[in-house]
């Protein structure tokens, strides 16, 4: 089973699978959203926050990953940052916020993250070997996200649970560090910060202190224990990240809350930084270890 990233600080290791899940169930909505503006669209798959003006997150609270997609929108074009699990239509609620033309742009390519990405025209990539591999599609990483436990209410009507996999997508231009993606009346900058994946980015609307984080930093345990992850590129990655906190308004993560305070980065630093100097306790959890912090934890591999 995969760890939820939603039950952190707690006693939940010691509970039963049937505990967990219903604890990550039981735990929506969480506080935060409460605080946010909602915007009313017609699919209950997705709920839609306005974070800031031109700023939308989409989130997805009935599968256990939360995932968090935004949709960024300027006077020229919009930039979808993800796009979610492929489980229901995210194209259909994207037309309905913006009549512009969209870009996608994944903070990686991890299943949860590029779920709709097949059905855009204009995508971006990072030119990993990790990305053109994963643009190919995959079955097992999507099935697994249906595994018991993992849906939180009812999945789309429609929805066809034996044939879900990730789709594969076309990647129309590759992207690189310090890219800017203009969309009129606003600049993004990519910033490539591998660690959690080869190919993760994260962008930087540096106008209005806005860094969307990825999975690179999000308010939960923070998955660093798959082949994948590479541990001292995440520190320098993180050590990228802390150096801009001071310039920073807000966080936008990819998972559980669209919103986590910039003065989070050089914590998520000197915590990684304890870790790998073998100086945090850990707890054991299935195969891996976590080490908790104030607001977060790392998964590592044992
Ligand atoms: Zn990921």
């Excluded at 070997?129 to 697994?144: E, L």
């Excluded at 590759?174 to 591998?194: A, M, Q």
Aim: one cysteine or more; hydrophobic letters at 40%.
């Amino acid at each position: 089973m995969k760890l939820s990233r939603g039950m952190f600080l707690g006693l939940w290791w010691l509970t039963s699978l049937s505990a967990q899940t219903l604890d990550w169930c039981k735990s929506q909505p969480r506080p935060a959203y409460g605080q946010l503006e909602r915007v009313k669209i017609p699919d209950p798959w997705f709920e839609v926050y306005k974070i800031r003006p031109g700023v939308l997150a989409i989130y997805e609270p009935h599968q256990f990953e939360e995932v968090i997609s935004y949709l960024i929108i300027g006077t020229q074009k919009a930039l979808l940052f993800d796009t979610g699990m492929g489980i229901s239509n995210i194209k259909a609620v994207v037309d309905g916020l913006t009549g512009l033309p969209v870009s996608v742009v994944n903070s990686h390519t991890h299943n949860d993250h590029v779920g709709d990405n097949w059905r855009f025209t204009d995508v971006y990539g990072m030119p990993t070997n990790f990305t053109r591999t994963n643009a190919k599609g995959s079955t097992a990483d999507a099935q697994a996200e249906l595994a018991p436990g993992q849906i939180c209410g009812s999945l789309p009507p429609g929805f066809d649970a034996k044939s879900y996999r990730t789709r594969a997508f076309h990647i129309s231009q590759w992207l690189h560090d310090g890219d800017k993606i203009n969309l009129g009346d606003r600049t993004l900058e990519v910033i490539s910060t591998p660690g959690h994946t080869p190919d993760s980015i994260a962008l930087l609307d540096e106008p209005n202190g806005l860094l969307f984080t990825g999975d690179t930093f999000y308010l939960g345990p923070i998955y660093l224990y798959r082949p994948e992850t590479d541990l001292d590129a995440y520190v320098v990655s993180i050590t990228r990240l802390a150096e801009l906190a001071p310039r920073l308004k807000l966080l936008l993560p990819a998972h559980n809350v669209p919103v986590a305070e910039p003065s989070y980065l050089p914590r998520v630093l000197d915590a990684i930084q304890q870790v790998r100097h073998g100086q945090a306790k850990s707890v054991s959890r299935e195969e891996k270890q976590e080490y908790m912090f104030q607001g977060f934890s790392f998964l590592l591999s044992r």
